[in-house]
């Protein structure tokens, strides 16, 4: 039986605090440009921290492989990658709706949030580099109840992920 959510991220703080598991707070003082990574869940011995939920300012932890994302409305002249479109699905008239999370996210908020998901790709490739497979993310339906801004469970090639990105507070 797989643990609740709430179970998953008091049994990887506990790892952490028991230095049992590496731990990277991602963007730590905020300074970074926008960014755009998925964490493939997966037993790694590394936990990755970030804030979401926008100004709810939650702490979440995830434990696995950081894939840094690209491509999408990536302005390499820039060097940004475009997030408004992800925090729009969470902000109405200029505001956060820090209380949009998982189920209660309105449905129309969630239709752009699918097709916001499935608009990034995802390269699965073998160590060769022989071969590589282009994939859209999709929404994990098993994991809803996690949504939160800047924190987005998916389904990857390789297993169970989580999209992060940089939170709007």
């Known amino acids: 039986m797989n643990p609740s959510f ?6 990887l703080t506990r790892r952490v605090e028991r230095d049992e598991a590496r731990f990277v707070f991602l963007d730590p003082d905020g300074t970074l440009p ?8 997966r037993s790694t011995g590394i936990v990755y921290g970030t804030q979401c939920a926008g100004v709810a300012v939650e702490q979440r932890l ?8 690209g491509g999408f409305k990536f302005d390499v002249d820039e060097d940004l990658i475009e997030l408004d479109p992800f925090r729009d699905v969470f902000h109405q008239d ?7 999370t998982g189920a209660a996210l309105p ?3 969630r239709i752009m949030l699918d097709r916001l998901v499935e608009a990034i790709p995802y390269w699965r490739c073998e160590v060769t580099g022989a071969t590589s497979e282009k994939t859209p993310l999709r929404i ?8 939160a801004e ?14 992060l990105y940089k939170n709007c507070d």
């Open 107 to 109: 449905p129309e908020r």
């Open 34 to 41: 926008d960014w755009l990574f998925l964490v493939v869940r």
């Open 62 to 69: 995830v434990e696995g492989y950081l894939v840094p994302l």
């Open 140 to 147: 994990d339906a098993a994991r809803i109840d996690e949504i």
């Open 150 to 163: 800047a924190w987005i469970p998916v389904e990857t090639p390789d297993g169970p992920g989580v999209l």
């Open 6 to 11: 709430a179970e998953e991220q008091a049994e």
């Open 94 to 100: 200029g505001n956060c709706q820090w209380s949009w």
